[in-house]
Every structure is written in structure tokens, then in C-alpha cells.
């Protein structure tokens, strides 16, 4: 088990950051929520170009990077923490699933499908993400029904659907500009991550992998489980590097700002309260090496290690925010201040996989 | 030999030699000699002290070897918790900053079980502002010194052979700046030992009295005035130590823990899931944070002050644990088992964990002023000579 990084890690994280500060600091980031696409195109392109997020995962047969989920989270984690807009996330999810489709299935959609993602071209979205994805039905090559939200919905080339079908769940991929589809973008809590509803009416779509047997008979029922188990880490780790943000922004404020003649971290109230942030961040941490390191090489224990990242990490970064956010005082509670921005990030991360409770049932089957 | 190699033997060994019978921290009282006599095995065997130099007795090996041990030992209880102080605290301060002669009296000792240690630091009017302590230390004529004053809350003392002592050696300089650390004979002639009940209705601490106590040459740890220093080394080892477990019983023996939990509570019950679930959550998040913890240890990565954190948690765990865990099992968990224990046990002994090592509050001065470097309180004793401060409850 390997819970802290190694100097490859370290100089990814090094290399995601400072590109982030330049090419994305916050005052850029409410530039591009507020734009017309949300996000600034020119610094994804790039984001995938010199640093290859979006591939990184995806195998270099298929023109990814061929990196492991433990680095993937080291660059999420930056990602999350820069609050960075648009659609590398959702993107990123689309890559986990048509890998480990990939890895599985002998379909000559994935070969297809891949390499765009990994060069950046493409970009895509996988819906639902909730537990509960029952919303669409799939029968002779179309797909009919409606997912509420959708991550980067409307921005998206390429939407992977998890569909219902006569013989269980299986993973479609949907063009941006096929008949019957329609894309509603909708004003969400977060600002800096848009979403859209999305209804499928007879919308021609290409089978990608079922999660019942595939083209030689395998049973492979557990691909679309462990896709989803590595979406669970991959966003537990954005939400570590939300949570790590919070902390520091308070932590900086508490030491500079005065009330009563003295600064406000030097009361105890406010740095016993920062002290368990540090403790939450401590154990957040842990918690999503953890679950990267199972990701890659013990795949036994991935379903609890990302069924436990959901139940703690996701609780955790919001109560983060959410007390970063009251410890600012007043201008916390400003539009002008970026305080709000982490709190919403991480009230939609917490819910974007289903209600939390979700997790924590889930863990309850592995582990009670 | 290679680490599943040594991890095999490992628990050979352990299952060979463990005593069968749950060896309960608080039980040790009665079986002293049992410890000792296992904790002789334990060194022989070359499982104590791993990663302590081997110059000085220790088996000079890596935190890996440690680990692999420490997992194995975690399955068992080993009945070694008379000797947690000494080899959590007052050990690897020797180890740290004791004199070589220091070192060749003790370590490899302490390591065989033949010397059982104790902690004498907390007073009647100083726990967590242990700076404040009044036991005063003069110099004899031999070079050595006389100590008098009292001590109390001291684990495992009414076994000790030594402690670890801070005495108070210049009272016209700040509080911080007059203390000295001193080990000092527990058998000498002039300290009394006295074993206070405490709420779990055993004595796992003492009261202790020193009356002209003489302490021979050569007994300083670190500086003369210097012990503050020292202090802070012995107290970074015992929050790690605490959050680490050692001399603690395994999860076999924790009758709080979810496997015990499992045959006392109806698993099917969507509420009594929910709880079950937050305490394997919280379990997990503290362990996997400690493994964290020591694998930047073996990295080079001192942890520091991040052992407060640890500590904290784990404090707040056992409180919740036990908590919820007589609250699932419900008015039958009311019953001491044979022996003191049972959830009853837990229950009594939860707040110790809270207490001793530091309480809460300090852990969390500690996280913010040493690990987010926040701004310090306001102090009204930080440059005033000790012998002008109101300490305790004086007012
Ligand atoms: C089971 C057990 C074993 C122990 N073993 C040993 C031992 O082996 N050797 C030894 O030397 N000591 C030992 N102790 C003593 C222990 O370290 C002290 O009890 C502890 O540090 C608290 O000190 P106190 O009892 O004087 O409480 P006080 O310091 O009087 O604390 C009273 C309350 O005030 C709070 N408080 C005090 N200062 C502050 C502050 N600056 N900010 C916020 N809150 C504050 C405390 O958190 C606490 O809630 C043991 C204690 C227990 C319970």
C-alpha cells in the first residue's frame, strides 16, 4: 500500500500546479464561468496538450498517456483545488469508462472513441452518474428516456449513457448532433461546473460495452461497477484538493485578519475549528491514496476504498467549505469573494454520484 | 531476509508465544512478572526495540520490519503494557538525547523488560501547562541532586524502576527556562509511591512524593535548564506513540470494535447499519492516516507535530466508539465482564484517552500554533520570572 507520493508524483503535482497558477488563477476562473462556454477553451486545449489530463489514463495503445489512477488524482487533486472550469472532469470520467471497456470488450467502438479523448479533441461526458440509472431505455440501436443532469452536458461531442436493456445495463455512446437528442443547459448551484438535462427520443446510438456478457461470452457485469468505482476516486480526489484549498484560503485569512486588537486565528475558537479542518484534510488524504493505490494494483479492495473516499472525503470537503466559508465573516457570504465558489463546488461534488447515503449503504453490503 | 519472510516468522513467533488469554492493558497490574518475563522472550526473539540502534541494544532494522511487526502483533494483544511508557516515551528520548552512558545503562534494559519506566512530569497545579510544575531539584554536593516536591497522574509508576522527572532547577528565569529533566531511581530512598483509584475503579496511575529524594551524577538528560527542550522530545514521542497503539491490546480484545459489535447488534437494522458504518468509516480514515503517518517516517518526513492530530483523533474515536457501542448494545452492556472489561470497561476507560498525553484542547493549540503556524495566544507567564507567577489553582 502506497499513501504518500513518489518524486514522479511530486513533480506532476509541481508541473499541474504552476501551470494552473498562471494559465488559471481564480480571477480567471470567474472570467470563464461567467463566458458564454464557461471555460476558457484555449487553456484546456493546452491543459491536455502539454499536460495531457484527459489521456492520461487512457492506454498508449489507445493514445493515452498509459499513467496509473494514483497519478490521476495527483493532477484532479490540483484541478479541484484551482476551482478549474469546464470540462476536464467530466471528460475524464468518459476516459475511465471506455478504458476499462477497452481493457474488456472487444468492441471496435472504444478503439474508435478513445484516442480523440486522449489528444483533448473530443470532449465527453458520462451520464448518469447517479446510483440510480434507470432513466433511459435502450431497444434496437436508440435510446429513449431523460437524465436530469449531466455534467458539461451541453459542451459535450461525445455523451457516454449508461442505458437499461433487455438483459441488464449497458454503455452507449451518443453523438453530439444525432436526431432526437436535446440538451437542456441548466443554471446550477455551482458556477463554475455547468450541467444539462439531456433527453434521448429514438436517438441513434452505438453500443459500447454491455454489462452483461460481451462479443466472446465473458461475463464482464463488473465493468461497468469498477468504471464507476474509479469515477468515485477520481472525484474524491478533486474534492481533497477543494477541501486542502478551503483550508489554506482560511488559514491565510485568520492569520492576517484583527478583531478585538489581536488576529482572528489567534483565538480558539477559530484555530480549534481550523485544527479539525487539519484533521479532516489528514485523513481525506490518506483516504484517496488509498483508494488510488487500490485502483492500480489491488482491485479486490477497490469497491470499499471508493465506497469509503465517497462516504468520508465527499462529507468532509464540504464541511471544509462550508467552515471556511463562516469563518470569513460577512464578506464570505459576498458574491465578489471566492469563498462561495469552494462551498458549491463541494455541496455538487458531494451529491453529483447520488445522495451520500448512496455510499455509505454501498459500504454497509462490503463491510457490516 | 526478505519482508514476507520476516513477516511470517513473525507471526510464528507471536502465535507461539503470545499467552492465549486476552491480556487487557489494565489486567498487567497482576501479571507484572508475566510481562517481564515475555517481554525477555519478546527480545531475545529480536522483536523489541526493531528499529532502535543496534549499538545500544535495538535491532537496528527499518520501519518496514517495524511495521511488518506491528501488523502481526496487531492481531494478538501482547501483555507488554507496563512497559508503554518506557518504550513510547521515555526510551526513545534516552535514545535521542541521552549521554552514552545513558544509553548503555538503559536502552538495551528497558528493551529486555528488566527495567519498567514511568513518566514524571504532570502536578497537582501543572498538566497541561506542565512548564508550571514547583518539584524543585538543588544541586547535591556530589554533583548529583535533591529533590523534593509531588507528582501525580503518573502511569505504571507503583512498577517503575525509573522516571523520567522534570524538576524545577532556577526559579529567577521564566518557567520555560529553569526546568531540568532527570532520571531519577524510583526504589531510592525518599520517593513514596502512591496508587490512586481512578474511575474505572483500578489504579493505573499513581500519586508521588519525593522527600529529599538524591539523585546521582550523571543524571541529566539533555541541558541543565535545558529540559523543556527535552520535554518536548519525550511528549512529540508520546502522541505518536498513543496514536500508534503501542502496548495497547489489538481489535481481537476491543469489545467496541465492529467484529465484536457484529454478534451483539442486529446487523439488518438500517439505523444500526448507518452507525456501524460511521465507526468503520472513522476507524479506517485514523488508520490509514497513521499508515500515512509512518510511511513518511521511513520516507524521512518527521512528522512532528502532526502526531497531535493523530493523537486527537484517536482520542475522539474511543469516545465515540465506546459510546455508540453501549448504545447499540443497550442495558446489557451495563455488566462489567470478569476482570473489569467488557463494554462496561471501555466505557469507564474511554476518557483516559482524552486525558492523558495531553487533553483535546492542547492537541488542537498544538495542530494550530506548530502544523497551520497560526498566530499564538496572548500570554500573560511568557517573560515573567517563574517565583512571580500564579500557578495552579493559587490566586
Ligand atoms: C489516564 C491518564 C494517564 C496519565 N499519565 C500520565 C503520566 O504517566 N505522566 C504524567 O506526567 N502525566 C500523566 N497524566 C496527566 C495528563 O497529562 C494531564 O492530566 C493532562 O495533561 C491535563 O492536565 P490537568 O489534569 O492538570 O488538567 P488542566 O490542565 O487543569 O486542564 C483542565 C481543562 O482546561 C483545559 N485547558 C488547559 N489549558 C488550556 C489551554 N491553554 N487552552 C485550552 N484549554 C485548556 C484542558 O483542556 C482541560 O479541559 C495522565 C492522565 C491520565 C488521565
Redesign the pocket.
Do not use: M, R, Y
Given at each position: 500500500m502506497m499513501l504518500i507520493l513518489s518524486p514522479e508524483q511530486r513533480e506532476l503535482r509541481a508541473a499541474v500546479r504552476s501551470f494552473l497558477a498562471a494559465a488559471s488563477p481564480l480571477a480567471k476562473v470567474r472570467q470563464d464561468m461567467e463566458s458564454p462556454d464557461g471555460y476558457d477553451r484555449a487553456v484546456y486545449r493546452r491543459l491536455n496538450g502539454e499536460l495531457g489530463l484527459s489521456g492520461l489514463i487512457v492506454p498508449e495503445e489507445h493514445g493515452g498517456a498509459g499513467a496509473g489512477h494514483a497519478d490521476l488524482a495527483v493532477a484532479l487533486e490540483e484541478t479541484g483545488a484551482a476551482l478549474l472550469p469546464g470540462p476536464l472532469l467530466a471528460t475524464v470520467f468518459a476516459a475511465i469508462v471506455l478504458t476499462e471497456a477497452a481493457a474488456t470488450y472487444d468492441g471496435q467502438a472504444v478503439k474508435e472513441l478513445l484516442p480523440g479523448i486522449a489528444a483533448g479533441t473530443t470532449v465527453a461526458t458520462l451520464a448518469p452518474l447517479s446510483g440510480d440509472r434507470g432513466g433511459v431505455t435502450a431497444s434496437g440501436g436508440t435510446l429513449t428516456g431523460q437524465i436530469p443532469v449531466a455534467p458539461n452536458g451541453a459542451e459535450a461531442d461525445l455523451l457516454l449513457v449508461v442505458a437499461r436493456t433487455g438483459e441488464g445495463e449497458a454503455l452507449y455512446a451518443v453523438e453530439a448532433g444525432a436526431p432526437g437528442l436535446s440538451r437542456t443547459p441548466l443554471t446550477t448551484l455551482d458556477p463554475t461546473r455547468r450541467q444539462a438535462r439531456l433527453t434521448f427520443d429514438g436517438t441513434p446510438a452505438r453500443l459500447v460495452a454491455t454489462g452483461g456478457l460481451d462479443v466472446n461470452g465473458d461475463a464482464h457485469g463488473h465493468v461497468l461497477a469498477r468504471a464507476f468505482d474509479l469515477v468515485s476516486v477520481a472525484l474524491a480526489a478533486e474534492q481533497l484538493g477543494v477541501l486542502r484549498a478551503g483550508l489554506d484560503a482560511i488559514v491565510a485569512y485568520s492569520r492576517i485578519r484583527v478583531a478585538f486588537g489581536r488576529q482572528i486565528g489567534s483565538y480558539?475558537a477559530v484555530k480549534h475549528r481550523l485544527a479539525d479542518m487539519h484533521c479532516k484534510l489528514e485523513q481525506a488524504d490518506a483516504i484517496v491514496r488509498f483508494a488510488a493505490w487500490a485502483a492500480d494494483e489491488s482491485p479486490g479492495e477497490l469497491p470499499e476504498a471508493a465506497a469509503l473516499a465517497q462516504a468520508y472525503v465527499g462529507r468532509a470537503c464540504f464541511e471544509v467549505a462550508r467552515d471556511h466559508l463562516l469563518l470569513h465573516g460577512g464578506v464570505g457570504f459576498t458574491w465578489e469573494h471566492d469563498a462561495h465558489l469552494y462551498y458549491k463546488r463541494a455541496k455538487s461534488d458531494e451529491v453529483l454520484l447520488g445522495p451520500p447515503r448512496t455510499h455509505r449503504a454501498r459500504l454497509a453490503e462490503l463491510v457490516i | 531476509m526478505d519482508l514476507e519472510e520476516y513477516r511470517r516468522q513473525a507471526r510464528d513467533w507471536l502465535a507461539a508465544n503470545v499467552p492465549g488469554a486476552p491480556a487487557e492493558g489494565s489486567a498487567a497490574e497482576d501479571g507484572v512478572a508475566t510481562a517481564r518475563e515475555f517481554m525477555a522472550r519478546l527480545y531475545d526473539a529480536g522483536y523489541s526495540g526493531i528499529t532502535w540502534p543496534a549499538e545500544w541494544g535495538g535491532q537496528g532494522l527499518t520501519q518496514a520490519e517495524d511495521r511488518a511487526f506491528a501488523a502481526e502483533a496487531a492481531r494478538v494483544s501482547l501483555p507488554i503494557y507496563v512497559f508503554s511508557?518506557g518504550l513510547g516515551m521515555c526510551g526513545p528520548t534516552l535514545v535521542d538525547l541521552g549521554t552514552p552512558e545513558q544509553k548503555a545503562r538503559h536502552i538495551r534494559r528497558l528493551l529486555r523488560g528488566e527495567e519498567i519506566w514511568?513518566?514524571?512530569?504532570?502536578e497537582p497545579g501543572?498538566?497541561?501547562?506542565?512548564a508550571a510544575l514547583q518539584t524543585r531539584a538543588v544541586p547535591a554536593d556530589d554533583g548529583g541532586w535533591i529533590v523534593n516536591g509531588q507528582?501525580?497522574?503518573?502511569?505504571?509508576?507503583q512498577h517503575a524502576d525509573y522516571g523520567l522527572l522534570l524538576a524545577r532547577t532556577d526559579v529567577e528565569v521564566p518557567k520555560h527556562k529553569g526546568l531540568t529533566m532527570l532520571i531519577v531511581d524510583m526504589h531510592a530512598p525518599g520517593v513514596t509511591v502512591r496508587p490512586l483509584k481512578?474511575m474505572t475503579g483500578r489504579a493505573?496511575?499513581n500519586e508521588i512524593f519525593f522527600d529529599d529524594v538524591h539523585i546521582a551524577p550523571g543524571s541529566v538528560v539533555g541541558e541543565v535548564n535545558g529540559g523543556w527542550s527535552s520535554a518536548v522530545t519525550t511528549l512529540l514521542h508520546e502522541r505518536l506513540s498513543i496514536s500508534s497503539g503501542v502496548g495497547m491490546s489489538g481489535p481481537r480484545d476491543n469489545p467496541a470494535s465492529l467484529d465484536a459489535l457484529r454478534e451483539v447488534v442486529d446487523v439488518q437494522d438500517p439505523l444500526v447499519r448507518d452507525q456501524l458504518v460511521e465507526l468503520h468509516i472513522r476507524s479506517r480514515a485514523l488508520a490509514l492516516f497513521n499508515a500515512k503517518l509512518s510511511q513518511e517516517t521511513k520516507a524521512g518526513i518527521f512528522p512532528g507535530a502532526r502526531g497531535s492530530a493523530a493523537k486527537l483523533l484517536l482520542a475522539e474515536l474511543t469516545n465515540f466508539q465506546a459510546d455508540l457501542a453501549v448504545s447499540l448494545a443497550g442495558p446489557q452492556a451495563l455488566a462489567y465482564e470478569p476482570g473489569g472489561g467488557g463494554l462496561a470497561g471501555a466505557i469507564a476507560l474511554a476518557?483516559?484517552m482524552s486525558?492523558?498525553?495531553?487533553?483535546?484542547?492542547?492537541m488542537r493549540?498544538i495542530i494550530g500554533d506548530r502544523v497551520l503556524n497560526l498566530p499564538p495566544?496572548p500570554r500573560a507567564d511568557k517573560n515573567v520570572p517563574f517565583k512571580d507567577l500564579k500557578v495552579g489553582t493559587q490566586s
Open positions: 480558539q | 511508557i514511568c513518566q514524571l512530569f504532570s501543572a498538566g497541561s501547562d506542565v507528582k501525580v497522574w503518573t502511569s505504571v509508576a481512578d493505573h496511575f476518557p483516559a486525558l492523558g498525553g495531553g487533553t483535546n484542547e492542547i493549540n495566544e
